[in-house]
């Protein structure tokens, strides 16, 4: 019975699509820019790239017909348009790293609308008194199966010649993904309330006050973040000493430890509200590079732990991010208030990756890596002050 059957078939659809999503934006797809030459310029190019797409989001409020058709269209397009970026090794050796770093950013930027389309889909399938629940326990699921696909990615990746292996796992990614669109096809779209103009849902959004506030936090938090992103999973291979393997174990530690916390935070989420989530889950990672910087091939055991921080971060921090502001969203300019959401998100990321290119110029530190960790650590810190007093 409806909404159940669509709720049940989310979570396998998520399963699929966390491996395409986790091995074409994170360690697998870093491990193989490495391995194709990427300078330090470059990783920060790629790490922008999921926010850069997210500029596109408005493409939502003007696009027109059922969200599920187009969430279904636009991923299946997304997914095959990756093809050329996971074949990139393929080609002359200057031509590689530009290859992947484009073909990579078409497919997220074709893929930036399905946000929006989506978290309002599953808004009108998910009572709102559930919301915390349902989605801490689907993202702490899909944080496991993702970072148990990066297990094996690694180990694929350590035993096949570079950068042969990466290409492997990130063509099995593509499959994952494509299979996943046709799960997403199977669900159930509730109907939806007509929507105002573009404009207007845009308009009503922006002349909320306290939610241009919340949009400033989320801005400064993502640019915070992505100051010192990029180069975690290079920090931990050159500098901590770390196999593709032994990262893919990070983050299996991180997601299985997130299976335990995340329904934690979503039952706090609708027992306290998201503002206590937020701060709490905010202050854990904006100290979480400490425990990185700790660590040198001699000395590991701060990175390993750093995977448990990590997981009592992000099993409530993102969860709680979104459902902040489904909650202040009127359903009926609920998109609008989605799309500026995802674009805050996205200008923070896009703004942050552009510093850690730059703060890994000026070559400070052992690592080019060192600083922009450092100063990540102290802006997260800022950011996250001021979320108390949200």
Do not use: C
Not at 22 to 36: D, E, F, Q
Not at 124 to 129: T, Y
Not at 205 to 228: E, N, P, S
């Amino acid at each position: 019975m409806e909404p159940e059957r669509s709720l049940k078939l989310s979570i396998w659809e998520g399963v699929l699509a966390i491996l395409f999503l986790n091995w074409s934006t994170g360690v697998i797809v870093t491990g193989y820019a490495l391995a194709l030459g990427a300078s330090p310029q470059a990783l920060a190019l790629l790490g922008a790239l999921p926010f850069l797409a997210q500029l596109l989001t408005p493409l939502a409020l003007s696009l027109r017909g059922s969200r599920k058709a187009l969430a279904v269209r636009l991923n299946f397009l997304a997914r095959m348009l990756f093809l050329p970026a996971a074949l990139a090794a393929f080609l002359p050796e200057g031509l590689r790293v530009p290859t992947l770093l484009l073909f990579a950013g078409l497919s997220q930027l074709l893929a930036a609308p399905v946000g929006v389309l989506w978290l309002s889909w599953m808004a009108d399938l998910v009572a709102e008194e559930r919301r915390g629940r349902y989605f801490g326990f689907r993202n702490a699921l899909l944080g496991l199966v993702g970072t148990l696909g990066n297990l094996m990615g690694g180990m694929v990746a350590d035993r096949l010649p570079s950068p042969l292996g990466y290409q492997v796992v990130l063509l099995l990614g593509v499959g994952a993904g494509l299979l996943s669109v046709f799960l997403l096809r199977l669900q159930s779209e509730p109907s939806e309330s007509p929507a105002p103009p573009a404009r207007k849902a845009l308009g009503i959004a922006w002349q909320d006050l306290a939610y241009r506030r919340y949009l400033g936090l989320v801005f400064l938090w993502y640019g915070a973040v992505m100051v010192g992103g990029p180069y975690v999973i290079p920090y931990f291979v050159q500098v901590g000493g770390l196999s593709m393997t032994e990262v893919g174990l990070w983050t299996v530690i991180s997601a299985s430890s997130g299976l335990l916390f995340g329904p934690m935070w979503g039952r706090m989420a609708d027992r306290e509200g998201h503002k206590a989530v937020l701060f709490r889950t905010a202050m854990v990672a904006a100290l979480m590079p400490l425990l990185w910087l700790s660590g040198s091939r001699a000395f590991p055991w701060p990175i390993w732990l750093s995977a448990l921080a990590d997981a009592l971060a992000w099993s409530g921090l993102g969860t709680a991010l979104a459902n902040a502001a489904l909650a202040h969203a009127p359903r009926e300019a609920r998109n609008g208030y989605l799309v500026l959401f995802w674009l805050a998100l996205g200008l923070g990321g896009l703004l942050g990756s552009l510093l850690a290119g730059s703060a890994a110029s000026l070559g400070l530190g052992p690592s080019p890596y060192h600083f922009p960790i450092l100063l990540s650590l102290a802006l997260r810190l800022g950011v996250a002050l001021r979320l108390r007093r949200l």
